[in-house]
């Protein structure tokens, strides 16, 4: 089992910057992925970034250029560094992990963090 806790989310203006963070606990040593989606109500959620094995990553093009994941693996965190908001990044934001046990891929969430761009 992985705990995920996250912090950081808030009301920003556009053009600011927010910094996601997700602190993971448990069977940490099960860990591959770790990455970052985000939901909007009524629509589906979305990848935002990943990265794998600590040398992959993966953006949504929509945030190439803007947003940063980067992983501490000392603290167990992964951050989500957020420059140049646009108001339609507004959305749920949520911190996922995927775990390999036993041969078969466990994903876990954390709880989410709301990001409001508006002026």
């Known amino acids: 089992q992985v705990q995920l806790v996250e912090s950081g989310g808030g009301l920003v203006q556009p053009g600011g910057s927010l910094r996601l963070s997700c602190a993971a606990s448990?069977?940490?040593?099960?860990?591959?992925?770790m990455g970052w989606y985000r939901q909007v109500p009524g629509k589906q959620r979305e990848l935002v970034a990943r990265?794998?094995?600590?040398?992959?990553?993966n953006y949504a093009d929509s945030v190439k250029g803007r947003f940063t994941i980067s992983r501490d693996n000392a603290k167990n965190t992964v951050y989500l560094q957020m420059n140049s908001l646009k108001p339609e990044d507004t959305a749920a934001y949520y911190c996922?992990?995927?775990?390999?046990?036993?041969?078969?891929?466990?994903?876990?969430w954390g709880q989410g963090s709301q990001v409001t761009v508006s002026s």
């Open positions: 448990g069977s940490i040593f099960s860990i591959y992925a």
């Open positions: 990265t794998v094995n600590g040398d992959v990553t």
């Open positions: 996922k992990c995927s775990t390999v046990v036993a041969g078969e891929v466990v994903d876990y």
